[in-house]
């Protein structure tokens, strides 16, 4: 394989962990909380349509519309039902509400399983046209779909943050929601449009990822630890540092193998994980308060 | 003359452009009680924070029976220091019993091979007559009943009553006692005065933090005034609240004739 | 409540039940697996009890420790002429070892920073499993185990069986007593107040290493035993959906007390393996249950259990 294309994969890599970074990003700017259930949500995104497609022989917009709206609702039955019950009731603490994700998680891993199968379905493509060549390197079209999604999403995000009146306001709810609610901000909505959000933005992300290499219902626990190591690594600095380090992840994730092969890959997660959490856990770019 | 247990010298404390201790001295000898006071923010409890180890001084030194006294709290601890907090550390899960056995059980869980030993002696013999008599010593002393309340149903001044009790089952020989008077009731106060004599009868010593200048008067041989992070005096109770600096401190008046007419009085 | 001897309550409650499950088994070929199941179930969430409930850090790695204690009765069964019960002690410590190495890589992490980063651990050791071919048998894995032998004693598949509840119960028993000693008291003070016990003279980090081994050595002997009664470990065998179960059957059970987790394994097994309708949605039922149970029972099944009991001997429960 030429060394473009591994750089290309990598990209592709990159963005589907920064897509997913993304998503950690806005339920932790907006409600100070690790939703590790984002994993489980992208992987509703790509199974429901893949089963659709091909078990009710839907066509693909509209298996992808269903699932996407499946994964935004399980978003906010997470906030709803879930994690503002817990966080209220051990406000503290950080193990209930660990626990609880861990819960939210699995509960949603078997739903999938139960209702779309326990075998790895293949992606669906939203759009088939011609692989695009540059040179030697080969783009699939799911390659280009997702690095066009990627650019999109965070373009969006960065404006939504920085224009409208809900996005200033995630921000300034997540970092301290008992003042914001003094001072008679919509905590509530704007913790809930930051988990449907996520939940969006996850769903697309899994079904626009799925082709690459298939979707099980197993597949949201390693794709919630690569976008959390993904957004812990970028940091919160900016809305672009999930971005930034979901392409270093996808780096790790390509080159480690190709040098070290094997399963080497999930060593080279694991040293990064360590090596981040233990001497910088803000991640690259961290948010510089002033004074 | 009294041995002298601790002494403290240029102990500071900064941090982030914030000066919170600026060059404190101080020596406490055996049987002696120091009271230290001072308005909010004065650098109270960040100067028992340095004593017990909880934060590391910038600058300055400790020593305890002449040996330097540093490193992490628990090691601090082993050493013979014991302290409470200005909001009671407890589990509150745990029962009243419970959290007073944590001192005395502490004493025998403080090296690796203690902690492993310590498992399976506790898994084979749980609960010993030693220790329960201990337990109800130290409750006894301090007047506290209901010992098998979970420590969450206390209210905030018996909650520190067990935290003094906890702190008196290490058997130190210094107690640092961080407002234990607050919200507490008479029954309360009288327990802990109860606690800093026994402490000074064995010989040890104790320095009490607290915002009740007059109460702190009455108990302790010694008061240090702290304000905004220095030492402005250090001597005799009924000394310190004469002073000036006492008048300047606590009401921002350097001639305590002033204070007559133009301030109105504070009703003690 | 004091109890004459410590413990006893608990014990003669899981005993009695341990004796019904044993008659109810017999001979039967799926039931015992279904016990030995249950027991290796058991012993991992017991593993977890001491660091875990006790001391209030979750660890993910149980899959690994598990994985080990199996491994070490494969490796010992196929590659040395060792006599088979040494494997439950060598696993043990080598999983207690690699625990003190992991714990000492993350002690300055806690929360979702050290669930994520022991999981991916977990994720990383069946990896190994796979790429370690020359010792570990690759993604094959070990098979045809030796039976254990004391000296000319081969014991039974349901001897085995009865052996793995006496397990069960004893370490279940064990952990009820160390949770009311004095070292059950430090370690339970560290979850909510590590201020105050650093204060009293114990170094919470070391602390929190000894419950780590002593969880990781707990759950090396489940993983041992299921890999005896399986006859065969492979890289998968110890699955990652074992870690999730892990941390629910105490919720489920009730973290009062140890005996929770083994009420906990019990019904998980119960739901995922032997439920009637159809076998996969047991593990449904059980996550939703899960849900239900954070949310409106936090106490579990014995913490209800305990508060009617109050309730019918008088007492404001």
């Known amino acids: 394989m030429g060394q473009l294309q591994l750089w290309l994969s990598a990209l592709e890599m990159g963005c589907f962990f920064g897509l997913l970074a993304l998503a950690y990003y806005l339920v932790l700017v907006g409600a100070g909380f690790f939703n590790f259930a984002i994993g489980t949500y992208a992987m509703v995104g790509g199974l429901c349509t893949s089963y659709l497609v091909l078990y009710e022989d839907m066509n693909v917009w509209a298996a992808a519309a269903v699932a996407v709206l499946a994964s935004a609702a399980l978003a906010a039955v997470t906030e709803l039902a879930v994690v503002r019950q817990v966080q209220r009731r051990s406000g503290r603490g950080e193990l209930p509400a660990l626990v609880a994700v861990a819960a939210v998680l699995f509960a949603i891993q078997q739903l999938g399983g139960y209702l779309f199968g326990y075998t790895t379905l293949p992606g669906q493509n939203l759009a088939t046209f011609d692989p695009v060549s540059i040179g030697d390197t080969v783009a699939q079209p799911s390659t280009v779909l997702l690095l066009g999604f990627t650019v999109v999403a965070f373009a969006a995000a960065a404006a939504w943050i920085r224009y409208t009146r809900t996005g200033r306001l995630l921000r300034a709810v997540g970092d301290s929601t008992h003042a914001a609610g003094l001072l008679g901000l919509p905590v509530n909505r704007v913790r809930l449009i930051a988990f449907l959000l996520s939940g969006l933005l996850a769903g697309i992300t899994g079904l626009l990822f799925a082709p690459k290499a298939g979707v099980s219902s197993l597949s949201g626990l390693s794709w919630a630890l690569s976008g959390f190591l993904a957004m812990v690594v970028g940091g919160t600095g900016s809305v672009w540092a999930p971005l930034a380090g979901g392409v270093l992840l996808g780096l790790v994730e390509v080159f480690v193998p190709y040098y070290f092969g094997g399963q080497s890959h999930v060593y080279g997660l694991l040293l990064v994980a360590l090596l981040f959490f233990a001497f910088k856990p803000s991640g690259l770019f961290v948010r510089r308060i002033r004074a | ?268 | 409540m004091k109890q004459r001897v410590p413990g006893s309550v608990g014990l003669i409650c899981g005993v009695v039940v341990a004796a019904l499950i044993l008659l109810w088994v017999g001979a039967d070929g799926y039931r015992q697996t279904l016990v030995t199941t249950t027991a290796t179930y058991a012993l991992v969430a017991l593993g977890m009890y001491v660091p875990y409930l006790m001391a209030g850090s979750l660890s993910m790695a149980y899959g690994a420790y598990a994985g080990i204690g199996g491994y070490a009765v494969g490796l010992l069964s196929t590659r040395t002429g060792l006599p088979l019960v040494l494997a439950w002690i060598a696993g043990p410590v080598v999983a207690a070892a690699v625990a003190v190495l992991l714990g000492l890589a993350t002690r300055r992490l806690s929360g979702f920073f050290l669930a994520a980063v022991t999981l991916l651990f977990g994720m990383a050791f069946t990896a190994l499993l796979v790429d370690a071919e020359g010792l570990s048998g690759g993604s094959g894995g070990l098979g045809s185990l030796r039976k254990l032998n004391f000296f000319g004693w081969e014991p039974s598949h349901y001897q085995v069986v009865i052996g793995s509840v006496v397990v069960v119960c004893g370490i279940a028993f064990l952990l009820d007593r160390l949770r009311m000693s004095p070292w059950g008291v430090v370690v339970r003070t560290m979850r909510d107040a590590p201020r105050a016990v650093e204060a009293a003279g114990v170094r919470v980090p070391v602390m929190n290493l000894v419950a780590l081994a002593i969880g990781a050595a707990i759950a090396a002997v489940g993983g041992g035993l299921f890999t005896y009664s399986a006859g065969s470990v492979t890289p998968d065998t110890f699955t990652l959906n074992l870690v999730f179960l892990a941390i629910f059957m105490p919720l489920i059970g009730g973290s009062a007390t140890p005996w929770g987790a083994v009420l906990g394994a019990v019904i998980a097994v119960e739901l995922t393996l032997n439920f009637p309708v159809i076998e996969t949605s047991g593990t449904l039922i059980l996550a939703l249950g899960v849900l239900v149970i954070l949310l409106l029972a936090p106490q579990g099944v014995i913490g209800y259990a305990a508060r009617l009991a109050r309730l019918v001997g008088g007492r404001r429960g």
């Open chain 2, 1 to 268: 003359m009294a041995e002298t247990l601790l002494v403290g010298e240029g102990l500071t404390k900064r941090y982030g452009g914030v000066t919170a201790l600026q060059d404190v001295s101080f020596t406490l000898a055996a049987g002696e009680i120091l009271g230290l006071v001072g308005p909010n923010g004065a650098g109270k409890t960040t100067l028992v924070d340095l004593i017990s180890g909880a934060q590391p001084a910038t600058e300055g030194a400790l020593t305890l029976r002449g040996q330097r006294l540093a490193g992490p709290a628990a090691r601090r601890a082993k050493a013979g220091l014991a302290r409470t907090f200005q909001y009671p550390q407890l589990a509150l899960e745990l029962s009243v019993a419970d959290n007073l056995l944590l001192g005395r059980a502490a004493r025998r869980h403080g090296t690796v091979w203690q902690m492993i030993a310590g498992a399976f002696a506790g898994a084979l013999r749980p609960h010993s007559t030693a220790d329960a008599e201990a337990v109800r010593a130290l409750a006894d002393e301090l007047g506290i009943d209901g010992l098998d309340r979970p420590a969450g149903d206390l209210s905030l001044g018996e909650q520190r009553l067990v935290e003094v009790g906890r702190a008196l089952g290490q058997d130190p020989l210094v107690l640092l006692l961080d407002e234990p008077f607050a919200g507490s009731d008479a029954g309360g106060v009288h327990g802990i005065v109860e606690v800093v004599r026994t402490v000074q009868r064995r010989g040890h010593a104790v320095i009490l933090v607290d915002h009740n200048v007059d109460l702190v008067a009455g108990l302790v041989d010694r008061i240090m005034l702290l304000d905004r992070g220095r030492a402005v005096f250090d001597g005799e109770p009924r000394a310190c609240l004469d002073s000036p600096q006492m008048q300047q401190v606590y009401f921002g008046v350097a001639d305590p004739a002033e204070t007559e007419e133009d301030v109105p009085h504070v009703v003690s």
